[in-house]
Nanobody
Framework: QVQLVESGGGLVQAGGSLRLSCAASGRTFSSYDMGWFRQAPGKDREFVAAIKWSGISTYYPNSVKGRFTISRDNAKNTVYLQMNSLKPEDTAEYYC??????????????????WGQGTQVTVSS
């Protein structure tokens, strides 16, 4: 079992930056692949970033590539999402998620087993 708690959301102007954090409980955090997803009102939850349990591999969709960076600190049981050059279309509730770290990085909502409660990011124009 893994419990996840996100923090770091808020209101920022377009072009600004935010860093989200996701703190995980449990002694096996380092064995989990981690992902960030977001959901805007009226839209489906979408993939934002993922990182392997080792931290070696990451993956991003084109919509955030070059602007967002996922990282993790296994000693602190925490995964981060650094978001730069934010746009109004990045406005959404952001969720971190965990899955057992075998195989390739996964991008689908249904492929993650544990979810945090979310943190709101609002980007004003």
């Amino acid at each position: 079992q893994v419990q996840l708690v996100e923090s770091g959301g808020g209101l920022v102007q377009a072009g600004g930056s935010l860093r989200l954090s996701c703190a995980a409980s449990g002694r096996t955090f380092s064995s989990y692949d981690m992902g960030w997803f977001r959901q805007a009102p009226g839209k489906d939850r979408e993939f934002v970033a993922a990182i392997k349990w080792s931290g070696i591999s990451t993956y991003y969709p084109n919509s955030v590539k070059g602007r967002f960076t996922i990282s993790r600190d296994n000693a602190k049981n925490t995964v981060y999402l650094q978001m730069n050059s934010l746009k109004p279309e990045d406005t959404a509730e952001y969720y971190c998620a965990a899955r057992a770290g075998y195989g390739a990085l996964r991008l689908g909502v249904d492929e993650y087993d544990y979810w945090g409660q979310g943190t709101q990011v609002t980007v004003s124009s």
